[in-house]
């Protein structure tokens, strides 16, 4: 088993999801649920995620018994020529088609037609790899189809409509959102007395179920996208739902943030995680160390949770496991961790013969966009400007972490042959007094080793400015083991035009680090 990814996402909905319809008397309101799943399928925005999670709904109304059975004309779905068009607007292929369609069958055209349009319109501009084109008159002109024809809406599409809108981005002013919310004022019946109790309620993260909630994280995770608001509606679910939660669950809730590099504002995140392992560590030993693997590219490891995986009735259930090698390679880095990032730390380890390497090979991100990569352009920069024997590529250095491109430098700044030197540094370190700098460590050392780092833009989140957590960790335990390490942003790569102008950047780089090599380089 490997650590939970992301998932190919929801089904698109039914048209009458994400709406219930209510009873005489009832109330109602969109389903949180519902609404959210929508949402994810059709890949919105995180503005309209978190909206989801942090506006409240649409205000729920009663409806009287006068209404019920009773809908207007044109208000409900007809059998024959109506569900026809019903199905043509479900299998329309652009907002021009959807117009077309509703235009030219006026006889046919149902209340609830127009709710089906608007929802299959919120499809197309989600739809993948690119959405159609969209023209702002034919928006007007469905616009001006539902704004003439919603005095014949019932209460129920009139909401589902409304709803829609919202989400769909037409503003909260403009002429078909004032005109559903005119007629929803003029359906609501006479004001009942204050209840005791508020009938408005937000749609609160604890309000929705795990399953929308994992995947809610699962979306955030697979695209990169760091939305504090929905990162923390995640952290506050899962405080608030700890003991309904079981560790399997909670790994796929944990994932986001170790992958965003994100830690919660919400303080009670770490204790209820603490807990959760406490409490579920032995009954899912493969969901434990994947949240322990969260919590490293946080730095917020729990001791009395390693003691548990790092112990050797932990490690000897785990051998005899289909996942064994997949654990023993996150309890190796784990051990690293340990080694290199807690000092205090004086509880079991992982047995030397227990331990792998941890990423024997370039990440499989990298290998699935290699042609998108800048590595081969600046191998061959490195090539010309130094030559073939004073770099190595994807080497892989003790623990098990893949370098893009290492070089040997003397003490000097004389770039060496790699050849004739150990291209290692020693694993575990040699000790350094406390509050030394990391890298000081290759001063006893006859020759130090620079790391060039490609920072692809896949690298980052989304928002391009913050590392993922596996990318921080790896740059972070490199130099915490002694290598110096040398970044190449994709920023800066990008804009370097054709060879010349690269191998320029890349003697400007390596300058300023005060490295000299031979004129043999060119």
């Not at 989400?167 to 919310?181: N, R, T, Y």
């Not at 506050?236 to 790994?251: C, G, I, N, P, Y």
């Not at 972070?476 to 191998?503: A, C, N, V, W």
Request: hydrophobic content about 35%; some cysteine.
């Amino acid at each position: 088993m490997r650590r939970p990814r992301g998932e190919p996402g929801p089904r698109a909905p039914r048209p009458t999801e994400g709406a219930t319809c209510a009873g005489p008397g009832e109330s109602w309101s969109p389903s949180p649920n519902s609404m959210l799943r929508v949402l994810l399928s059709a890949q919105t925005s995180p503005a309209r995620l978190s909206g989801l999670l942090l506006i409240p709904p649409v205000q729920p109304c009663c409806l009287g018994p006068s209404k019920w059975g009773d809908r207007p004309v044109g208000g409900g779905p007809s059998a024959g020529p109506v569900q026809g068009l019903q199905r043509l607007l479900e299998q329309a292929k652009s907002p021009g088609e959807l117009l077309r369609w509703l235009g030219q069958n006026p006889s046919k055209v149902r209340a609830h037609h127009y709710s089906v349009a608007l929802r299959r319109l919120g499809q197309l501009l989600g739809s993948r790899p690119r959405p159609p084109p969209v023209e702002q008159v034919t928006l007007q002109d469905l616009s001006q189809l539902i704004i003439r024809n919603c005095p014949s809406f019932d209460i129920h599409t009139i909401h589902v409509c409304l709803h829609l809108a919202v989400l769909l981005g037409f503003p909260s002013d403009g002429p078909l959102v004032c005109a559903l919310e005119q007629e929803r004022r003029l359906r609501l019946p006479p004001k009942p007395p204050p209840p005791l109790q508020p009938l408005l309620r937000e749609a609160r993260p604890e309000e929705l179920t795990p399953h929308v909630m994992v995947l809610l994280a699962q979306h955030l995770a697979r695209h990169r996208l760091r939305e504090p608001q929905l990162l923390e509606a995640i952290a506050h679910f899962l405080v608030v739902q700890e003991t309904q939660l079981s560790s399997k669950v909670v790994q796929k809730l944990v994932l986001p943030f170790g992958r965003l590099n994100y830690l919660p504002l919400e303080q009670q995140f770490m204790p209820c995680l603490e807990r959760i392992l406490a409490r579920e560590a032995g009954v899912a030993p493969l969901a434990t160390v994947n949240i322990l693997m969260s919590l490293c590219q946080l730095r917020c490891l729990p001791f009395r949770a390693l003691h548990f995986v790092f112990s050797p009735g932990f490690i000897n259930y785990i051998s005899g496991t289909p996942h064994a090698l997949i654990v023993r390679r996150y309890l190796s880095l784990l051990d690293t961790a340990v080694e290199l990032e807690l000092p205090g730390y004086r509880g079991p380890r992982l047995p030397r013969r227990q331990q792998v390497p941890i990423f024997p090979q370039p990440l499989i991100t990298d290998r699935a966009r290699c042609k998108y990569s800048h590595k081969d352009i600046v191998a061959e920069g490195l090539r010309q400007l130094l030559g073939e024997e004073k770099y190595r590529q994807d080497l892989t250095v003790p623990p098990g972490y893949c370098t893009d491109f290492l070089l040997c430098v003397s003490s000097s700044g004389a770039v060496l042959p790699v050849r004739t030197q150990d291209p290692f540094l020693p694993y575990p370190p040699r000790s350094c007094p406390q509050g030394q700098a990391a890298s000081s460590a290759t001063t006893r050392d006859p020759a130090q080793r620079v790391v060039l780092v490609l920072r692809e833009r896949w690298h980052f989140c989304r928002d391009g400015r913050v590392l993922l957590g596996s990318r921080a960790l790896r740059e972070r335990h490199l130099g915490l083991m002694g290598y110096q390490l040398l970044p190449l942003p994709f920023e800066e790569l990008e804009s370097q035009r054709g060879l010349p102008q690269l191998k320029s950047y890349l003697r400007q780089k390596l300058q300023a680090l005060g490295l000299r090599w031979g004129p043999e380089g060119g």
